[in-house]
């Protein structure tokens, strides 16, 4: 449940934010100039925030700490709560039924934003085509912004602050999670971007086509003239595509027959749209490999061109784009062994995708903590399909190792560390073969978050190599 807001509606309305974190602080600031009063509540204390505490205050906001229900709600016209406050969080539930309504962080940003936003969802790829979609639209002559729920090293741009700070000519492309979305009602991008839809987050969905329909909300308010650019290849996006109120672009590498598609001919990424079918660059011509890759690309393609863009340069901006940090990035080789970091992979269909794009043989990093997946049967199979050798670690080490068991496999070393790991992996690689962190859990027990990982992984192959390439 949410309320009806036109743009822009926030001018005198004092507007309760739940969370002093990233989102907290980007939104003090924002409704702030919008004429609302922003009202930024917390269930820890000042002393347990630390740091976060210390900006806040520095924002001139009222601050409520260690704020139970009716702290958080007394005096307030709307509730803005952090994604990572669950639906069926008390506090949210008791604000639906005291009236006061409860919008996402995006909905704000939709509101106050002057200009277009192009948002991007999915299981996997939302950041790499995110960013991979602002180039193109860069390299086409915009200025084009990258912001939402984008999370790599030093690119944090929250999407209300980057619709604070945008003119009307400029473009947004956001990422948006499914817990973004779970709090929206007008929020309407020009462009809508559904990547895919694989198990995840099964420790806040109670199945899958909960999780799937919560991504569909994408979509939920475009209208005919707007686009929306679907995964023709995934089933649970096509069938969120077939009835889709605006007009689907739908991407594969084969061609899929459709009015509007994205698809591969004769080695080049092609995307027809409005009666006609346009050549982009060649497959080989692309910096990111892998076929997971080569679908961002078209999923960026088809967008770029749908929204107008000038398909010569959005050429370049695709051939320039060199990927993501934490997203199968390359570290660096030495004695024929290669270093890849994709500790973004927090799902065992990223990791299976990731492993069966790599054509050569793989030493594997694997293992964190649960996320509400429990059958890495899909993980162990590629294992015995890719893998020279298995390291695992973490919380979900021996699932991991009995799924790889199972499959027929048994090169299987616990680690403790990922130095440990690490080293591990640089003792049994052979030239030729790839070291992969691609965990297919998430981080925490062991580390604060992915990249807190991947810089972990970094450091360490670093050193490995450094050692191989001392004479």
């Known amino acids: ?82 994604p990572g406050v669950r639906r069926d969080a008390p506090v949210l539930l008791e604000a639906l039924r005291r009236g006061i309504p409860v919008l996402s962080e995006i909905e704000i940003a939709y509101l106050i934003a002057p200009c277009d936003i192009l948002a991007v969802t999915g299981t996997n790829g939302k950041t790499t085509v995110t960013l991979m979609l602002a180039a193109a639209l860069r390299a086409a002559g915009r200025n084009a912004y990258a912001a939402g729920n984008i999370s790599a090293d030093n690119i944090k741009l929250p999407l209300v602050t980057a619709a604070a700070q945008a003119q009307p000519d400029d473009v947004i492309v956001a990422e948006i999670s499914s817990f973004q979305l779970e709090w929206v009602d007008q929020f309407r991008p020009k462009v809508g971007i559904l990547c895919n839809v694989s198990r995840d987050h099964m420790d806040r969905y109670s199945n899958m086509a909960e999780y799937a329909a919560t991504k569909a909300r994408i979509f939920a308010r475009q209208r005919e003239d707007d686009v929306a650019v679907v995964n023709v290849v995934n089933a649970p996006t096509r069938a969120v595509g077939r009835a889709v109120p605006g007009r689907a672009l739908w991407f594969d590498k084969q061609h899929c027959g459709k009015p509007y598609h994205a698809c591969v001919h004769d080695e080049r990424l092609c995307v027809r749209w409005e009666g006609e079918e346009v050549a982009l660059c060649r497959v080989d011509e692309l910096r990111v490999k892998g076929n997971h890759n080569l679908e961002n690309a078209l999923a960026v393609a088809g967008s770029a061109v749908a929204y107008g863009a000038d398909p010569r340069l959005v050429d370049l901006g695709l051939r320039e784009f060199d990927g993501v940090v934490h997203r199968m990035e390359l570290v660096g080789e030495a004695g024929g062994v290669t270093y890849i970091n994709n500790s973004m992979c927090t799902n065992i269909d990223a990791a299976v995708r990731s492993m069966d794009s790599v054509r050569r043989p793989v030493v594997l990093i694997a293992g964190g903590s649960r996320k509400g997946e429990t059958d890495f049967e899909p993980l162990g199979q590629a294992i015995a399909r890719k893998a020279r050798h298995l390291f695992v670690m973490g919380a979900m080490a021996d699932e991991i190792a009995n799924a790889a068991r199972r499959a027929g496999f048994s090169r299987i070393t616990y680690a403790g560390s990922m130095d440990e790991a690490v080293a591990g992996c640089a003792a049994v690689a052979a030239p030729g073969d790839v070291v992969l962190l691609s965990p297919a859990c998430a981080s925490f027990g062991l580390y604060s978050d992915f990249e807190h990982r991947g810089r972990a992984f970094r450091e360490a192959a670093r050193r490995a190599i450094a050692g191989r390439s001392t004479p």
């Open 1 to 82: 449940m949410s309320v009806t807001m036109q743009k822009v509606g926030l001018q005198g309305l004092t507007v309760g934010v739940l969370g002093m974190q990233r989102t907290g602080q980007a939104l003090a600031p924002a409704l702030a100039a919008q004429g609302a009063r922003p009202v930024l509540c917390d269930a820890k204390t000042r002393q347990a925030l630390g740091d976060a505490a210390t900006a806040i205050e520095a924002l001139g906001a009222e601050v409520r700490y260690a704020a139970g229900t009716d702290a958080v709600l007394s005096e307030i016209d709307l509730l803005v709560p952090s």
